[in-house]
């Protein structure tokens, strides 16, 4: 997953999600050496402004953000200065007396807003990896700040009057590829926030805007104390039979809570999942089921069904001020989909197979559950009666295989394959600040020595820690200033006690590779210009990458070279050839899990009326009847808790998942193909055709030249044994 807060060159691409849901890659990096206001004018909240390390310039190593000398009491203070400055930077590109040119107008907007850059990214990567209090605190004053200035520049109309001149002489200019691409898009993004329309809806738009900024804050920090209440401690009876590695690091985690004696058990995917799939305690997995299905959803004071249709409401009327007829149709106009009926038809084309195969599966699960005395399957049951099943089938036990995948093997072997495909190496620094304990730091370098980047790895979970997994930028790569990026990864494994061997799951492993996959879009990219640089594409094109990652973790070479428990064995041959012959098992559910919260997010923001009183919770469970989805299935992100579009840019997109595993698949193949998957022809064109391009010409133009032509649904379903 992609963190986006989204919008245009050098400002709107950071500040409000909202207004351009596929486009701008969240907190893009800004320089080091930044360029700044004059020091007289950034007295704020009576600290000077040499005294915040926010807005002075970093000798930090490679100018990453100065972590160890940042306060949150600094950021609000910052962000005033940072705001005032792009306000005045954007003023004087909408007023210059100079006829519009690109270089005066689209290039200078690029230039512009680069203090504010460098404060919203280092804050926002906070916001989301360590959210304190006095950061949710931050959080909610500035939200409404950015979303109006985002609104003043996008709605400014000698602004807008600047960027039409320079689109309309466009073809006379002799510009680049690049530059051409970088006149249509800030022309459209323009016309996407509402510089058009007339003055009455120029200013609702922009009222919307800074309340739907306001509500996202909102949605996140009610579902982050949620998950953080639903916490659930269990006894040495309700844990018997439990995995040693998930038994003591809940021990561990109950001891840090003051309940020696005591089993912890956070609310996240990364404990729960495991849970239901090993505890025989069935009353125990019930509650695990229910603290994490339920977050956002128990009617107390953090439940965020309200918000919800708060949210869906504005999204709806500005789409309609827009000219759309609801948020999914303006959201897909500049998508490689194109169409909530597209999108649609895809998801249906693998839905529809994925139900089927649920329903076979079902019957064997209550089959083997019958012999518990389990005359029902509930949702808590079937991970856990699955993997009955697949022992059966596969002589294949899980607790056993997470022996084999320990966390510093797995890393060893991404890092192994990205030197093998592309021939860059990974250096660990110990010198960069760090954010958080835990965070770990490594130079990126291509094989003649010379940096590409840093890449920050975070991933361990944390109670101030947002739930999921995802990639975002500190600083992203763009020739115009000269700078290499850095970016993070984020997940939530569970943490162990000190000094103890980590070991992970094949799907926590492919999450690792997953959005490594998305460090690499970030780090190899090679453009001019920031707008368009690494992951600032399309939402239905930004999986394709990190996704085609995910394929190696269960290739034989990878295994039998990095699989290995903790005397130094390698996986017992017959477990890998089950591990494989396993890969197709419980695709049924997987399917219907992941693609009913695809489904439901693309009706849901079709949705041309929001009635009064809007139920979200009712609406979700009629939907799911219609799709004849089995309650013991369910979906993967339940409306109440589906940070990806209420408050993580995934609004109308979560289809993109599937879209881009529809590339990924065949993306694979053209490794398969040549009977080598490090072919190095075809990895130098998936770096050049691909993770270098970015944004800088249309994705289907990039995928056509990596692949020869657009992939359809046959080898996305034959990887699901679906086919």
């Given at each position: ?55 002075v310039e970093w000798t930090t190593p490679e100018g ?235 009617g107390n004071a953090y439940d965020t069904n309200a ?104 890393v060893a072997a991404m890092f192994e394959l990205t ?305």
């Amino acid at each position: 997953m992609i963190m986006v807060m989204r919008g245009i060159n050098g400002l709107a691409r950071l500040l409000n999600p909202p207004i351009l849901a596929n486009r701008r890659q969240f907190m893009i990096g800004v320089s080091a050496s930044v360029v700044l206001p004059p020091l007289a004018a950034c007295q704020t909240s009576g600290e000077t402004f040499s005294a915040n390390p926010l807005l002075v310039e970093w000798t930090t190593p490679e100018g990453a953000p100065p972590y160890e000398r940042i306060s949150p009491e600094h950021y609000e203070p910052a962000f005033d200065v940072a705001i005032a400055a792009s306000r005045a930077e954007y003023r004087d590109i909408a007023d210059s007396a100079a006829a519009p040119s690109f270089t005066n107008t689209v290039e200078a907007m690029e230039r512009a807003g680069r203090l504010l850059g460098r404060v919203a990214r280092t804050f926002f990567n906070v916001a989301s990896a360590d959210a304190t209090p006095a950061v949710q605190q931050v959080q909610t004053a500035i939200a409404p700040k950015l979303a109006r200035l985002s609104s003043e520049t996008y709605l400014d109309q000698a602004l807008f009057a600047r960027v039409d001149a320079v689109w309309r002489q466009r073809a006379a200019l002799n510009l680049t590829s690049e530059q051409m691409r970088l006149v249509e898009e800030t022309r459209d993004n323009f016309i996407r926030a509402g510089a058009a329309l007339e003055p009455p809806a120029r200013a609702r738009v922009a009222e919307i805007n800074e309340a739907l900024a306001r509500l996202g804050v909102e949605f996140g920090q009610c579902l982050l104390a949620d998950q953080t209440a639903s916490r659930v401690f269990l006894t040495a009876a309700e844990v018997e039979g439990l995995p040693d590695d998930q038994r003591n690091a809940a021990a561990a985690a109950a001891i840090a809570a003051g309940r020696d004696g005591e089993f912890s058990f956070a609310a996240t995917r990364s404990t729960a999942e495991p849970f239901l799939t090993a505890a025989p305690n069935r009353e125990a997995r019930e509650k695990i089921w229910r603290a994490f299905a339920m977050r956002g959803d128990n009617g107390n004071a953090y439940d965020t069904n309200a918000v919800i249709t708060q949210i869906l409401t504005l999204r709806l009327e500005r789409a309609n001020l827009l000219g759309a007829p609801h948020h999914a149709a303006f959201t897909l106009e500049n998508t490689m989909a194109k169409t909530p009926e597209a999108a649609t038809d895809l998801l249906t084309q693998v839905f529809t197979p994925g139900l089927e195969r649920a329903r076979e599966e079902m019957r064997d699960i209550a089959a083997i559950a019958a012999r518990d005395g389990v005359s029902n399957v509930e949702p808590w049951d079937w991970r856990f009666y699955a993997e009955q099943v697949r022992r059966e089938r596969f002589a294949l036990d899980e607790a056993a295989l997470k022996q084999y995948l320990p966390l510093d093997g797995m890393v060893a072997a991404m890092f192994e394959l990205t030197n093998r495909l592309f021939g860059v190496t990974m250096h660990e620094r110990t010198d960069v600040p760090v954010y958080a304990s835990g965070v770990r730091v490594w130079e990126v370098a291509e094989a003649d020595g010379r940096k590409i980047g840093l890449f920050y790895a975070d991933w361990f979970a944390r109670p101030t820690k947002r739930p999921g997994a995802w990639m975002n930028s500190l600083r992203v790569q763009n020739e115009l200033f000269g700078e290499l990026p850095i970016v993070v990864n984020n997940q939530n494994l569970p943490p162990v006690p000190a000094g103890e061997r980590v070991v992970i799951s094949v799907n926590e492993a492919e999450t690792l590779f997953h959005e490594f996959g998305h460090a690499l879009h970030g780090l190899l990219s090679d453009v001019r210009y920031p707008s368009l640089a690494g992951t600032a594409v399309s939402r239905d094109f930004v999986e394709f990458p990190a996704q085609l990652y995910e394929h190696w973790v269960t290739q034989p070479q990878t295994l039998r070279a990095y699989a290995r428990n903790a005397a130094g064995e390698p996986m017992p041959e017959e477990m890998l050839q089950a591990l494989l012959s396993a890969g197709a098992f419980n695709q049924g559910f997987l399917t219907v899990q992941q693609l009913s919260s695809a489904i439901l997010d693309m009706r849901l923001h079709s949705l041309t009326e929001i009635p009064e009183g809007f139920d979200p919770r009712a609406w979700e469970a009629a939907q799911l009847q219609d799709l004849g989805v089995p309650e013991a299935i369910g979906m993967r992100h339940r409306l109440a808790h589906f940070s990806h579009i209420f408050d993580g840019g995934y609004s109308a997109s979560y289809y993109a998942y599937t879209w881009s595993e529809a590339m990924d698949a065949d993306g694979f193949d053209a490794f398969l193909e040549t009977g080598n998957i490090y072919d190095p022809e075809v990895a130098a064109r998936l770096r050049r055709e691909v993770l270098e391009r970015g944004n800088s010409r249309d994705p289907a133009e990039s995928y056509i030249a990596f692949r020869g032509r657009l992939p359809n649904a046959n080898a996305l379903l034959r990887n699901r044994g679906l086919s």
